[in-house]
């Protein structure tokens, strides 16, 4: 795809060192923060953060996204703790169940609590996330009423079992506009710490239990990725996911089974950002941020968010979204995909959607300042010495580019508006006509070479990026089907006489173990038909770092101790029944209450009857 404008853009790759933009960004900020650590004793006091930065108030009523007559209360909502928000999981099949549950055993009884304590403020129902709630108590609160510490233990104990999440509200808003359906390829670029992903699979799983589609969480730290698996997605046991490690900015391109370029449905582009919109719960913020920020992630950004959109298959959404109010993190980067995409892209009119969430539109024209605030109306006047920060991508539109560009169809949630974090967000759709441009694109590279599809951006235009692994690699494990493995009648029948009969429509096919190592050959995973013709298409092309969810895995003891839990209930302690009972699936937490009320009113009886039995004596020595 060709680009006629002028714009400059951050190129694709660094020959000098192998490291890509990002991880060159995110090593100079470790490098630094290092060498000023170094040779300096640490001490660890604990400073009062005075919610108070004039650079950030000053930059802000410039750019005027904040009405006037709204500033004070942007202002006060900055410097309040963000309320506790969650929400139940959309593709369970008891949601209504436990959506009445809540409402029953916890919403009404402390809505009468807060009759006679207003510093309580019960859990409300969110309008524009269905199942979701929302409380201003703080976690201190929270645990101060006993009705309050149920409600935290519930939360805690149905968060591990994967029923609810414990999610900022804005990050919920995002995959709601993407209209996620099951049979989508979705790519979740920047996913961890997997909060919006694990949304993306319940949507998926909504209207169908077993999705024909999959989803690929991509991170580009592999610690993030493994934190995301291990903590996230272990809570949701699905066959349609699988998380990588790569730069999301040299996204390779995968294949399908015809050996054509793979391109997502949907993709969910939460680019790394300033974060100016989560004062609430980094309160550290006032202290630290300043106007270069936004500046020096402004190219990044776009990198990612191009090469996203290059991904997107003709008639697929995007969307673009970050928890930042800058507007260089957010309109400039969306403007310059548009001028660089051109007829391949357009901005989607969302306002008539979600129509309870309150929102402001995205604006057209915005300042941009250097780090003392002072402003460059163009590229032209920035100092030659400054033009290494600036690009002519973060300056506004031109007055005849603002009609085409419609930036008005992005939004802003402020933080005062329904009391949440800031957050920015656009969905872009790509055009049906790219898909003829993407067929001669690829037609033109197969007659000239081959294809080499493991190279950042073959698909669109032509790159000599090579990454060059420093120190410590991640190897995964190879993909081994069991299809072509040689234990795979043993694996089989191990695991029907052990599981019982398998539902007729469970593919051994799908089953797959990561070593040939026979002592490890018990480790197994399923994954649905659309994953397993990815892990097998793209073989070699995925980084290492590659993980898929495990399903089975070998239990360390010879004995399975819950198997003798009836023969043994009979010899357990009062209290260590509670873990019996909450294996069998009870509510412990009633249980609970209803032990102590019981030992209550006994101890009570108890009293009572002592009391009878010496005024009974008393009388009888009276007599």
């Known amino acids: 795809m060709e680009n006629n404008n002028d714009v400059d853009c951050l190129p694709l790759d660094d020959e000098e060192n192998g490291l890509s933009p990002a991880k060159k960004f995110l090593k100079k900020s470790a490098s630094r923060e290092k060498k000023s650590k170094q040779g300096v004793r640490q001490n660890y006091v604990i400073r009062e953060i005075i919610p108070v930065n004039e650079k950030l108030f000053s930059f802000y009523r410039q750019q005027q996204i904040i009405p006037e007559s709204e500033w004070d209360d942007f202002v006060a909502a900055l410097r309040r703790e963000l309320p506790v928000s969650f929400r139940i999981q959309c593709s369970l099949r008891e949601r209504d169940h436990l959506d009445e549950y809540i409402q029953s055993k916890f919403v009404k009884e402390i809505e009468n609590i807060a009759k006679d304590s207003p510093e309580i403020d019960p859990p409300k129902r969110v309008p524009f996330v269905p199942y979701a709630y929302q409380t201003k108590m703080s976690r201190t609160a929270i645990r101060g009423h006993p009705i309050l510490k149920d409600l935290h233990e519930f939360l805690i104990n149905e968060t591990e079992l994967g029923y609810i999440s414990r999610q900022e509200l804005c990050s919920m808003i995002p995959p709601l506009f993407l209209n996620i359906q099951p049979h989508h390829l979705v790519l979740d670029a920047c996913a961890a710490p997997g909060s919006k992903t694990a949304q993306i699979i319940e949507l998926m799983h909504v209207s169908s239990p077993n999705p024909s589609g999959m989803v690929v969480a991509n991170d580009i730290d592999y610690k993030r990725c493994y934190l995301l698996v291990h903590q996230t997605l272990k809570r949701m046991p699905t066959a349609d996911v699988v998380v990588v490690s790569h730069d999301s900015g040299q996204f390779p391109v995968m294949i399908d089974s015809n050996k054509q370029p793979l391109l997502f449905d949907r993709i969910l582009c939460d680019v790394i950002c300033s974060g100016d919109g989560t004062f609430r719960k980094n309160p550290e913020l006032w202290n630290n941020w300043e106007p270069m920020k936004g500046i020096h992630l402004h190219k990044l950004q776009l990198q990612i968010a191009r090469r996203c959109f290059e991904l ?24 310059q995909l548009l001028r660089h995409f051109n007829k391949e892209i357009e901005l989607v009119d969302i306002s008539g959607k979600i129509l309870d969430l309150k929102r402001t539109k995205g604006i057209s024209y915005w300042k941009v300042f250097n780090k003392n605030l002072d402003e460059y109306s163009s590229i032209e006047d920035v100092p030659k010495e400054a033009l290494r920060h600036f690009k002519p991508s973060m300056f506004p539109p031109k007055s005849e580019e603002i009609e085409t560009m419609h930036l008005d169809y992005c939004f802003r949630i ?30 033109d590279e197969q007659q000239q070479q081959p294809l080499k599809l493991n190279q950042p951006s073959t698909l669109i235009r032509k790159s000599t990026f090579t990454r060059k692994r420093r120190g410590f690699v991640n190897k995964e494990d190879p993909f081994i089907f069991l299809a072509n493995h040689s234990d795979e009648n043993e694996l089989r029948e191990a695991l029907k006489e052990y599981f019982g009969i398998l539902p007729e429509n469970f593919s051994h096919q799908n089953l797959l173990v990561r070593s040939t190592n026979t002592e490890r050959k018990k480790e197994v995973y399923y994954v649905n038909n659309s994953l397993k013709e990815f892990l097998i298409n793209n073989d070699g092309r995925l980084e290492p770092g590659t993980i898929i969810l495990r399903l089975l895995e070998p239990f360390p003891k010879e004995v399975c101790a819950w198997i003798g839990a009836n023969s043994i209930s009979a010899f357990v302690s009062r209290e260590e029944r509670f873990h019996l009972l909450s294996i069998l699936g009870e509510d412990i937490i009633k249980l609970k209450r209803k032990t102590v009320t019981c030992r209550q009113e006994k101890a009570a009886a108890k009293l009572n009857k ?5 005024n009974d004596v008393e009388e009888s020595n009276e007599v």
């Open 312 to 335: 997107l298959k003709p008639g697929g959404l995007m969307c673009y979204s970050t928890c930042s109010l800058n507007p260089l993190e957010d309109e400039a980067v969306i403007a």
């Open 610 to 614: 002592e009391k009878d039995l010496i």
């Open 414 to 443: 402020l933080p005062h508006q329904q009391d949440t974090g800031g957050f920015f967000v656009a969905i872009l759709r790509r055009k049906e006509i790219a898909k003829l441009n993407l067929e001669k694109d690829c037609a």
